[in-house]
């Protein structure tokens, strides 16, 4: 089955801090998996995937197939970093299959 | 930059009715996408449409739900005899393809709620 689980339902980290998201993914092929943010009332975006092995304000994430897991970290927590985070995993067709999303909150 | 953009941004509607939700998708993309999220769950994948016919859509997309793109540049989701649980936000989104590195980008959704 083809399931993205992110175990957060909210993390909330001091600015400054370091932060990791977790994502964990069930994917029988080979997956190809995306960092979407939702800032408060603005649309979903795409904020990196792992095939472009970029780091996007400051965040990263490595795949590990081993432990099939696509982490999001960023060193230094910013205020502005305070969003909706969705994991997503894409099926090769197109289709997003998204997990149950963490909201980041970061405190001043 | 170009963006997807969705209306209405919220629509009430009377269990029984029936709803057009409506996304004008980037001009040069040609996968389309509808997902749902209803409050407090998951965001979930309804559909995805490409040259003029569904290519996948999932369990949820059931009889009462179809989607059209009726001239060349709006893509609708109709539902047909809307159910309290319809109630959700509706995002459009579309991708220039479906494959590697090809980003799907979002509207900004339709909060849809039946009373």
């Known amino acids: 089955a083809q399931r993205v689980t992110q175990p957060e339902k909210l993390l909330s980290v001091f600015k400054g801090a370091p932060v990791e998201l977790k994502c964990n993914y069930s994917?029988?092929?080979?997956?190809?998996l995306f960092w979407y943010v939702q800032y408060s009332r603005q649309r979903l975006q795409l904020l990196l995937r792992h095939i472009s092995r970029e780091s996007i304000k400051g965040f990263t994430a490595d795949l590990n197939k081993g432990e099939t897991s696509f982490h999001l970290k960023k060193p230094f927590a910013q205020e502005e970093d305070s969003a909706m985070y969705y994991c997503?995993?894409?099926?090769?067709?197109?289709?997003?299959?998204f997990g149950q999303g963490t909201e980041l909150s970061v405190k001043p | 930059e170009p963006e997807v953009t969705q209306t209405p941004s919220h629509q009430v509607t009377q269990m029984g009715q029936e709803v057009i939700l409506r996304c004008v998708p980037i001009?040069?993309?040609?996968?389309f996408y509808w997902y749902r999220q209803i409050l407090g769950q998951k965001v979930e994948f309804l559909v995805s449409f490409y040259n003029n016919e569904i290519s996948e859509k999932s369990e949820i997309f059931d009889d009462q739900f179809s989607v059209e793109r009726p001239d060349g540049s709006n893509f609708t989701l109709k539902i047909r005899s809307t159910k309290l649980e319809d109630s959700a936000m509706y995002f459009c989104a579309s991708s220039e393809s479906p494959g590697r590195e090809r980003e799907a980008f979002f509207g900004q959704g339709t909060r849809l709620t039946v009373v």
């Open positions: 001009s040069n993309h040609l996968y």
């Open positions: 997503a995993l894409n099926n090769q067709g197109g289709k997003l299959i």
């Open positions: 994917y029988s092929g080979s997956p190809e």
